[in-house]
Nanobody
Framework: QVQLVESGGGLVQAGGSLRLSCAASESVTSFKSMGWYRQAPGKQRELAALITRSTSSSYANSVKGRFTISRDNARNTVYLQMNSLKSEDTAVYYC??????????????????WGQGTQVTVSS
């Protein structure tokens, strides 16, 4: 079973920065994509940023230009650099992995794994 462990959340003032980390129990290149989702109180979970196996990235409009997703294959870790934080970025942030490769063969479209979440609180 794949484990995803997030870290790096905390309390920060508006305009500040945080970097979240997601350490995977196996190679991050094993997955079709990895992403950071977030869920604010009373709201649905939403995708903030995504990075594919080929390292293409995409972002929600609300974070574009402020957040950067990246990957360190050697450390089996995905990062989310968050700059110019706003109060509306306050949420629990979850790491997600979808789709499974074995070598160069895509073997499982239905695979999905979630981390336990890390709280990010931005004070205004």
């Amino acid at each position: 079973q794949v484990q995803l462990v997030e870290s790096g959340g905390g309390l920060v003032q508006a305009g500040g920065s945080l970097r979240l980390s997601c350490a995977a129990s196996e190679s991050v290149t094993s997955f079709k994509s990895m992403g950071w989702y977030r869920q604010a109180p009373g709201k649905q979970r939403e995708l903030a940023a995504l990075i594919t196996r080929s390292t293409s990235s995409s972002y929600a409009n609300s974070v574009k230009g402020r957040f950067t997703i990246s990957r360190d294959n050697a450390r089996n870790t995905v990062y989310l650099q968050m700059n110019s934080l706003k109060s509306e970025d306050t949420a629990v942030y979850y790491c997600n992995a979808q789709g499974r490769y074995y070598g160069f063969t895509f073997i499982d479209e239905t695979f999905e794994s979630w981390g336990q979440g890390t709280q990010v609180t931005v004070s205004s």
